[in-house]
Structure formats: C-alpha cells, structure tokens
C-alpha cells in the first residue's frame, strides 16, 4: 500500500469474544498477545488513482494486482498473514 491510500475494515476474530478482541488491542503491555487479531477489510475508498466513484469491481481489481501476497482461499476472501479481506459484512 502506498501513502494516502486507504482501506476500510475493522480489528476482529470470529473466535475472540468483543471484550477480549478489545483488551488486546488496547493493551500497553504483552504485545505479544494480539498475534491472532486479524483486520478484516471491507472496502477500498483509494487504492491507486482510484476512488469510491470507481465501481467496487475495479477497486478489487487494483487491490489484488496492488497486494498479489494476498491468497484467495475460497469464495469472496483473501488471507495474509492477520489481514483479511471479505466482501461479507459481519
């Protein structure tokens, strides 16, 4: 990604309970901990030279040729390392 380019997602784990997901993240100490949070991306307001007037189908396109490291395991998701990309809201 480059700078001013922007993603929009959240911090979330299916298998965290929300108090727990939410105490790592704002935890000042044992870092180490969030290993297992994941940022679930939703959308793509600018990625490249374009933006949310662009139609969704071409910002998902310059995102997969933007970000190849992404895997698309199955269905409407991409997996990289804690970074997932879903078109499925949650």
Wanted: proline share 6%.
């Amino acid at each position: 990604m480059e700078d001013g380019e922007i993603l929009d997602g959240e911090l979330y784990n299916h298998q965290i309970p929300f108090e727990e997901l939410i105490g790592k993240v704002q935890a000042k100490v044992n870092l180490q901990d969030t290993n297992d949070v994941q940022y679930w991306i939703y959308d793509f307001p600018k990625i490249g030279d374009l933006d949310e007037k662009k139609p969704y189908s071409k910002r998902l396109e310059e995102f997969s040729i933007r970000c190849p490291d992404f895997e698309q395991p199955s269905g409407d998701e991409f997996i990289s390392k804690n970074i997932l990309f879903t078109r499925h809201m949650v």
